[in-house]
Nanobody, 122 residues
Framework: QVQLVESGGGLVQAGGSLRLSCAAS????????MGWFRQAPGKEREFVAA????????YYADSVKGRFTISRDNAKNTVYLQMNSLKPEDTAVYYC???????????????WGQGTQVTVSS
């Protein structure tokens, strides 16, 4: 059973930074892709960033490119999302997700965390 537990959300002023963490357990993740998604109130869930556990290839949504960085720590089985230059429109519940295989986008993610709230005040 795959478990994903997010942490690190909170309230921050515009222009500030937060780092989200996603602790993964239950499987060997070396052949997995890990993603971050977000859902704002009244909006559909959207892709934010993804990384291949093996090799570390990354992919970002245009809206966060240059501001957010996804990374992983193999020893800790943890994926991070460093968010800089935050904007009020980044306010959302952020979810960690995992899927077996190499594809990062336009694919279904099979496992999801419970989400962590990020609120950016103007």
């Amino acid at each position: 059973q795959v478990q994903l537990v997010e942490s690190g959300g909170g309230l921050v002023q515009a222009g500030g930074s937060l780092r989200l963490s996603c602790a993964a357990s239950g499987r060997p993740f070396s052949s997995y892709a890990m993603g971050w998604f977000r859902q704002a109130p009244g909006k559909e869930r959207e892709f934010v960033a993804a990384i291949r556990w093996s090799g570390g290839s990354t992919y970002y949504a245009d809206s966060v490119k240059g501001r957010f960085t996804i990374s992983r720590d193999n020893a800790k089985n943890t994926v991070y999302l460093q968010m800089n230059s935050l904007k009020p429109e980044d306010t959302a519940v952020y979810y960690c997700a995992a899927r077996p295989g190499a594809a990062l986008v336009s694919v279904r993610y099979d496992y999801w965390g419970q989400g962590t709230q990020v609120t950016v005040s103007s």
